[in-house]
């Protein structure tokens, strides 16, 4: 007897439990919200591509649940990344959109990491973009030449952010005069600023300024872009690299500009049950695919160019890769 009662006992109990072991990816998920967080202020082109995909990706995801993107930013969206991997639910609930410079913090020994950029479930990016300095039109600066005698004051965010890391690595490595000013929340802000004349420029994605009305007035130029190679878009700007004075610092601005082809990372914390990041991953692909979002991008001048998760792991993966003199060459132009 105690034997068939320990039996029925069991059997109870897997009665129990067996439905919260087998519950399907659309059963977690109904009735469910799935918060899109974003790692910067309200405005910018990082900003417009979260809401984008929190308003398509609803349709694809399994059980249907509602997608509510906030904005927490901070150091460059250092902030939300230190989040994501310590502090947020890992349950599938949560993903955010961090600046493409972060998952290469750790090895550039930035200031208050507290992750580990190869453990995040990355869900791809939605684009790539290039970064661009700008400058007001009336400032001293006004090309690439110019940067060499003449001194350009650029407005930032905060660590990690490509306002901040492009002109302060530029100007450590290729010794052009570069001024940060750092503090504002998120690009939105920075171009307020140099509206304002509280600052003479900023470097900020191509897409973010291409669709300011300053920048179409004319009343700001494009000193140099920035990446590995250029913007068919603006064929006429120079790349930075032609800066480089030798194969160790372009080797560096190499490593550097990698963060380019990372694009707009989207992640959801480490620990999220696979089949959440699948299914995650599936719905960000459909969205990107779907005809709908391609009008409502194409409305709100942004460029879609998907980068899948395994091409990220692999680009960041390379870059940790790097050999140690150009890792050692690239952390003293952030000055570490």
């Not at 998952?103 to 661009?132: I, M």
Request: hydrophobic share 40%; net charge positive; charged share 20%.
């Amino acid at each position: 007897m105690r034997f068939s009662g320990f039996g029925v006992a069991i059997a109870a109990f897997s009665a129990l439990v067996a439905p919260a072991r087998a519950q399907s990816v659309e059963d977690f998920y109904k009735g469910k919200t799935v918060q899109v967080l974003i790692g910067y202020a309200v405005g910018g082109t990082d900003d417009v591509w979260a809401r984008v995909m929190a308003k398509h990706m609803t349709e694809f995801m399994p059980g249907r649940p509602s997608f509510v993107p906030a904005n927490v930013p901070g150091a460059g969206s250092l902030l939300l990344t230190n989040q994501l991997y310590n502090t947020q639910p890992k349950d599938g609930t949560v993903f955010g959109l961090f600046n493409r410079g972060v998952p290469f913090e750790p090895l550039l020994s930035g200031q208050s990491v507290r992750f580990d950029a190869s453990k995040f479930n990355y869900l791809g990016s939605p684009d790539r973009d290039t970064v661009v300095c700008v400058a007001r039109a009336d400032a001293p600066v006004q090309t690439l030449e110019d940067l060499k005698t003449k001194e350009l004051i650029v407005g930032s965010t905060g660590s990690g952010a490509d306002s901040q890391t492009y002109p302060e690595v530029t100007a450590k490595l290729l010794g052009v005069k570069l001024k940060l000013v750092q503090g504002y929340p998120g690009s939105r802000d920075i171009l307020l600023a140099i509206e304002r004349k509280e600052v003479q420029g900023g470097c900020l994605s191509y897409d973010t300024i291409a669709r300011d009305q300053n920048y179409r007035d004319k009343k700001m130029v494009i000193v140099f872009q920035a990446g590995l190679k250029g913007d068919e878009r603006i064929p006429e700007v120079p790349l930075i690299t032609d800066l480089a004075r030798s194969d160790e610092e372009r080797q560096a601005l190499s490593l550097f500009f990698q963060r380019s082809l990372v694009g707009r990372p989207f992640a959801a914390p480490p620990g999220v049950p696979q089949p959440r990041v699948e299914a995650l991953r599936g719905a960000f692909e459909a969205a990107l695919q779907s005809p709908a979002l391609k009008e409502e991008a194409k409305q709100a001048g942004l460029n879609i160019h998907y980068v899948p998760p395994a091409e990220l792991y692999k680009i960041i993966g390379d870059a940790y890769a790097s050999p140690p003199n150009i890792v050692a060459l690239t952390k003293k132009a952030f000055g570490r």
